[in-house]
């Protein structure tokens, strides 16, 4: 997993990190954000609640990667905007959450990131990008029938995620440095017998 990936799955985890299994969900049982259905499409067969309750930390954190961040493209949004996206995707699907960018965006929404999406995220407003794709992520949650039923914890949960989002664009990570290139033995002897400039003047 590269740095990004691992610095966004901590928030992602404080809400999504607990098994539950309410029958007034339609997701059914669900562990880490990994719902039965989609554990059962990723292991490519049948699972019961207690293979969810069961699923580790590990094998959640490859269909992260996998599905909601390598696989759809998410991971090459820019700072901040990536992490907005990536958040609604475990939550409600990456195609859903694509659709919601580009229509912020005002390009095709067609649920797929391309190089007409990616332009875009790169010229649009950060800030006014992950605030407007929050404010429709909210209104899409406040129309589904068990709202009423999670609406404290989802809207604690758009704050805190709006708040990492624009601290991200405010504070963006700094890429890591090239590791110096290897001297070759005959590069180093030439070393030294070659004289070192001069800084005088």
């Given at each position: 997993m590269?740095?990004?990936?691992a610095?966004?799955?901590?928030?992602?985890?404080?809400?999504?990190?607990?098994?539950?299994?309410?029958p007034?969900d339609?997701?059914?049982?669900?562990?880490?954000?990994?719902?039965?259905?989609?554990?059962?499409q990723?292991?490519?067969?049948s699972?019961?609640?207690?293979?969810?309750?069961?699923?580790?930390?590990?094998?959640?954190?490859?269909?992260?990667?996998?599905?909601?961040?390598t696989?759809?493209?998410?991971?090459?949004?820019?700072?901040?905007?990536?992490?907005a996206?990536?958040?609604?995707?475990?939550?409600?699907?990456?195609?859903?959450?694509?659709?919601?960018?580009?229509?912020?965006l005002e390009?095709?929404?067609?649920?797929r990131?391309?190089?007409?999406?990616?332009?875009?995220a790169?010229?649009?407003?950060?800030?006014?990008?992950?605030?407007?794709?929050?404010?429709?992520?909210?209104?899409?949650?406040?129309?589904?029938?068990?709202?009423?039923?999670?609406?404290?914890?989802?809207t604690?949960?758009?704050?805190?995620?709006?708040?990492?989002?624009?601290?991200?664009i405010?504070?963006p990570?700094?890429?890591?440095?090239?590791?110096p290139?290897?001297?070759?033995?005959?590069?180093?002897?030439k070393?030294?017998?070659?004289?070192?400039?001069?800084?005088?003047?």
């Amino acid at each position: 997993m590269n740095d990004r990936f691992a610095a966004l799955v901590p928030l992602l985890l404080k809400h999504e990190g607990r098994f539950v299994n309410d029958p007034k969900d339609p997701g059914g049982a669900t562990n880490m954000g990994i719902t039965i259905g989609t554990l059962a499409q990723w292991r490519g067969g049948s699972v019961t609640p207690d293979d969810v309750l069961a699923l580790s930390q590990d094998e959640a954190m490859e269909i992260y990667r996998a599905w909601y961040w390598t696989q759809p493209g998410i991971g090459r949004l820019p700072v901040g905007i990536d992490r907005a996206v990536f958040d609604f995707a475990v939550h409600s699907g990456a195609g859903r959450a694509i659709m919601a960018l580009q229509r912020v965006l005002e390009v095709a929404d067609d649920g797929r990131l391309g190089q007409i999406s990616y332009a875009a995220a790169a010229k649009a407003d950060p800030i006014k990008t992950v605030e407007r794709l929050i404010a429709g992520r909210k209104l899409f949650l406040s129309r589904l029938s068990i709202w009423p039923r999670y609406r404290n914890g989802w809207t604690a949960r758009l704050i805190e995620l709006q708040a990492a989002a624009l601290h991200d664009i405010a504070h963006p990570p700094t890429p890591p440095r090239a590791a110096p290139a290897a001297w070759s033995f005959g590069a180093w002897l030439k070393s030294l017998f070659t004289p070192t400039p001069s800084t005088e003047h």
